[in-house]
T-cell receptor, first 113, second 113 residues
């Protein structure tokens, strides 16, 4: 069974530029999560989707971050404009449903210069 | 609120040594508990989990027991290998209905040949 797929794996951009990350969850997983992992820290939830609905986006900085999961499968997380402090690893995870075990993708490592 | 505290690393051991990584938690209700492992440049891989008190999770020689009385979930392995070198994260499932995972800060393990 294929795991959670993320792309790109690495991204280097200049500040104020836009950037987007893509996630394809495990087939059949209705719940999708985006986490932010700063260096030396554990991941922290940004947003959770149940199918195509964002049911918890309380930790998403909505002035510059946006996310979508249009058909309830793939998801895109966008930052516009990026700031230096956004340099981190962005992890996508999925689970069969809310409360089920979460499986993580390899992450996208973002460096903002 | 819910939280996880892990012992600080790095932990450096010789091959075949006994490993213990301490993890304690604070939570209302009855969270599930997890250990994830992160190898360099990769995402989080589920190592083991326990869903209720006194459960023991085990995988690849690692094990951890859900101790409600001491609010702990310490990770142990009887004989570590060089290939076990990674960062280990303890996590719990939030009990407030968000389904997010709350992670510790991670413990880096380095095993020397």
């Amino acid at each position: 069974e294929a795991g959670v797929v993320q792309s790109p794996r690495y991204k280097i951009i200049e500040k104020k530029q836009p950037v987007a990350f893509w996630c394809n969850p495990i087939s059949g997983h209705n719940t999708l999560y985006w986490y932010l992992q700063n260096l030396g820290q554990g991941p922290e939830l940004l947003i959770r989707y149940e199918n195509e609905e964002a049911v918890d986006d309380s930790q998403l900085p909505k002035d510059r971050f946006s996310a979508e999961r249009l058909k309830g499968v793939d998801s895109t997380l966008k930052i516009q404009p990026a700031e230096l402090g956004d340099s981190a690893v962005y992890l996508c995870a999925s689970s069969l449903g809310g409360g089920e075990t979460q499986y993580f993708g390899p992450g996208t490592r973002l460096l903002v210069l | 609120g819910n939280s996880v505290t892990q012992m600080e690393g790095p932990v450096t051991l010789s091959e075949e040594a006994f490993l213990t990584i301490n993890c304690t938690y604070t939570a209302t209700g009855y969270p599930s508990l997890f250990w994830y492992v992160q190898y360099p440049g990769e995402g989080l891989q589920l190592l083991l989990k326990a869903t209720k008190a006194d459960d023991k999770g085990s995988n690849k020689g690692f094990e951890a027991t859900y101790r409600k009385e001491t609010t702990s979930f310490h990770l142990e392995k009887g004989s570590v290998q060089v290939s076990d070198s990674a960062v280990y994260f303890c996590a719990l499932s939030d009990t407030s209905g968000t389904y997010k995972y709350i992670f510790g800060t991670g413990t880096r393990l380095k095993v020397l040949a």
